[in-house]
C-alpha cells in the first residue's frame, strides 16, 4: 500500500467519478482506475461499485476512508520532520469528539496547555463515534470526548467524568417553552421536533426520538443528520430539539430540561500510557476546567 494509492482512493471517494479524479490528480483515468483495482486487491475488499452509468461507494469504502487519511497525513508528517532543520520536538497529543459542538468545548483548554508547553501540536478529529473508538483502541487517538453511552469499557479503556449533563428541549428564545423551567413529553405533542441522526446522538435521545415520532405525521417531524444541523433548525423556529445540555452555547436560543429523563455523563475516554505525561496534563486540565466551570454557574 502506497500514499498515490491511497490519493486515488480519496479522489474517487469524493468526486465520485473515475475521470474527475484522473483530472484532479493529472494523471490518465487507466492509471487511477489499476492504483483503485491494486488497493482492492491488498485489502480484500471492493471500495467501490462501478456500473456505466455512476460509481458508489460501498460500505467497506466508506470506512476505509478515515485510515486512507490518517495514514497520508501520517507519511507527510514524516517527510516535513525529516526535510527540516528545526530538531525542536514537537509535542503533540491526538483528541476526537463526535461533533464540532463539542470540540468547541475544549477550545480553553487547548488554550491552557498551549501556554505550558513549548511546541504543543494537538490534532482535532471530529467523526462518528465508531471510528472515534476504533481509532483509540488502535492508539491513532489519545483521548475521545464524547457522552458516554455504557459503563463497559473495550481492553484497557479508561473513563473519567467532566460533567452531568441534562437532556434539554433547544427552541428559540420567543418559543413558548422558553419560559419554562422544565418541559413535559406532554407538552411536546403538539410540537414540530427536530430529530438528529440516531448514529450521531446518545442512545439515550434516540430513545427518545423514537417514543415521540409514534403516531405523529411526518409533516411534524424535520430530520437532520447532526446536533448542529439541531441547533440551526431549532434557532430558524422550524422546531424544538433535543440534545445535552453542554453543547447548547448559541446566544439565541433557550435550552429548557426536559422532565423525567435521565442526566448523561460528558467525559473522556482514553487508554493510560506508562511516562504519557502530556495525556496526564490534558486530563488534569479538563478536570479542572470543568470543575470551576461548575462552581462558576
Avoid at 473495550?154 to 419554562?180: F, P, T
Avoid at 450521531?200 to 415521540?212: C, E, K, R, T, Y
Amino acid at each position: 500500500m502506497n500514499t498515490f494509492q491511497l490519493e486515488c482512493f480519496l479522489a474517487v471517494a469524493n468526486t465520485l467519478s473515475f475521470a474527475r479524479a484522473a483530472e484532479e490528480l493529472n494523471v490518465s483515468q487507466p492509471t487511477v482506475t489499476h492504483q483503485i483495482k491494486s488497493l482492492e486487491d491488498e485489502l480484500n475488499a471492493k471500495l467501490f461499485i462501478r456500473s456505466t452509468r455512476m460509481v458508489e461507494i460501498t460500505p467497506e469504502g466508506q470506512s476505509f476512508i478515515t485510515d486512507a487519511k490518517s495514514m497520508i497525513m501520517i507519511a507527510k508528517q514524516a517527510k516535513l520532520r525529516f526535510a527540516s532543520s528545526d530538531e525542536r520536538p514537537m509535542e503533540t497529543l491526538s483528541i476526537g469528539c463526535g461533533s464540532y459542538l463539542q470540540l468547541i468545548l475544549i477550545s480553553e483548554i487547548l488554550y491552557e496547555l498551549n501556554s505550558q508547553i513549548p511546541n504543543f501540536h494537538p490534532r482535532l478529529y471530529v467523526l462518528p463515534r465508531e471510528q472515534l473508538i476504533h481509532l483509540l483502541e488502535t492508539e491513532r487517538l489519545d483521548v475521545i470526548l464524547d457522552i458516554q453511552e455504557s459503563s463497559e469499557l473495550k481492553g484497557n479503556m479508561k473513563y473519567k467524568e467532566l460533567s452531568q449533563n441534562n437532556i434539554v428541549c433547544v427552541c428559540r428564545k420567543d418559543h413558548k417553552l422558553a419560559e419554562k423551567e422544565y418541559a413535559t413529553l406532554d407538552e411536546l405533542m403538539n410540537e414540530s421536533l427536530i430529530f438528529c441522526d440516531p448514529m450521531n446522538i446518545a442512545p439515550d435521545i434516540a430513545n427518545l426520538q423514537m417514543m415521540l415520532i409514534e403516531g405523529r405525521s411526518p409533516a411534524d417531524i424535520h430530520f437532520c443528520s447532526s446536533p448542529e444541523a439541531a441547533v440551526v433548525l431549532a434557532s430558524s423556529g422550524v422546531g424544538v430539539a433535543f440534545l445535552p445540555e453542554i453543547y447548547i452555547s448559541n446566544e439565541y436560543i433557550a435550552k429548557v430540561p426536559l422532565e423525567n429523563t435521565p442526566k448523561l455523563s460528558f467525559g473522556m475516554f482514553y487508554k493510560p500510557y506508562v511516562g504519557d505525561t502530556l495525556l496526564k496534563q490534558f486530563i488534569q486540565t479538563a478536570k479542572e476546567y470543568f470543575e470551576a466551570k461548575e462552581k462558576a454557574e
